[in-house]
């Protein structure tokens, strides 16, 4: 019934009642007068009983419209309705001048998706192409390293802009794996503030370069002056601070919820990415 309510849609009653009229005059009726006055007793029974009928139909319809069927819709959408924001909030804006020289603060700005555009350009200012290039849903950027001119993978490449967080042994072992899967020996971490003392302990014995903040601003100084403008240019072009969605590539959303600040995708509910925010 609650099917038959839905496809009639809202304007159901009219139509069962003109059914009704046309029925009393089209047959009833006519009928009726080739009967005689003494048909006419017989013939009102029927239009009646279909009347009652109608009636009890409409009435039956009526209150399965007023509240099933809203609870039938909310059963229906409960497994794809998502849950509700959280609160958006918002930051002090970013400043009009862009910064003009290299600074740890500049590198310590940019968001994760820039930091590895950063890290691929510089070391396309080195020789070194980048090959299958993949963003990781956690905010970081990973590729393989070849030499220019040459199809042979030379080193691979993780950069994450990680912020205050220091980097321990757990983020460094996943990447031991995808060097024998990409069938190279070295590879470079790059993005991070400061690395814990196991985490270059661990690094040395696996032919893993760690390429701190302060590490990155010296070589970047040690660029042509040319270079080191080029890859300024591109570090500080557009909105360079507000992260990226890994999921899909639109600029994130602050949201507060009881456990603190977060970035949130602003395509939700159609991409549900949350990126955490440093202090």
């Known amino acids: 019934m609650l099917g038959a309510s839905r496809w009639l849609g809202a304007g159901w009653q009219g139509p069962a009642l003109r059914a009704f009229a046309l029925f009393v005059l089209g047959d ?22 279909y009347g009652l009928l109608v009636l009890a ?25 998502p849950a509700p924001l959280d609160a958006v909030v ?7 001048a862009k910064p003009r020289d290299w600074s740890l603060a500049l590198l310590h700005a940019l968001e994760w998706k820039r930091m590895g555009d950063l890290c691929l350009a510089f070391y396309k200012e080195r020789e ?23 199809e042979q993978p030379f080193s691979l490449l993780h950069c994450k802009a990680r912020g205050r967080q220091e980097v321990g042994v757990e983020a460094l072992q996943p990447l031991v794996q995808r060097m024998q899967e990409a069938g190279v020996e070295r590879a470079f971490f ?14 040395r014995g696996q032919q893993i370069t760690l390429v701190d903040d302060r590490m990155f601003l010296a070589l970047l100084g040690r660029l042509p002056q040319e270079s080191s403008q080029r890859l300024l240019n591109l570090a500080v072009e557009g909105d360079y601070t507000t992260p990226t969605c890994p999921g899909c590539l639109l600029k994130m959303i602050p949201r507060q919820n009881e456990q603190g600040r977060y970035w949130g995708c602003r395509a939700y509910p159609h991409c549900k990415h949350t990126l955490g925010m440093h202090a």
Do not use: N, Y
């Not at 080739?34 to 029974?45: E, M, T």
């Not at 070194?128 to 040459?150: I, N």
């Not at 790059?190 to 690094?203: I, L, T």
């Open 28 to 49: 009833v009726l006519p009928r009726a007068v080739h009967s005689g006055s003494a048909g006419w007793l017989s013939w009102l029974v029927l239009p009646v009983c």
């Open 57 to 81: 139909i409409l009435r039956g319809l009526g209150h399965i419209q007023e509240a099933p069927e809203d609870e039938a819709l909310e059963l229906d959408d409960a497994a794809a309705r």
């Open 90 to 96: 918002s930051l002090a804006s970013q400043p009009v």
């Open 128 to 150: 070194l192409l980048a090959r299958e290039v993949t963003a990781g849903a956690d905010g970081s950027l990973e590729a393989v390293l070849c030499q220019a001119g040459s």
């Open 190 to 203: 790059m993005g991070a503030w400061r690395f814990s003392s196991a985490a270059k302990e661990f690094a």
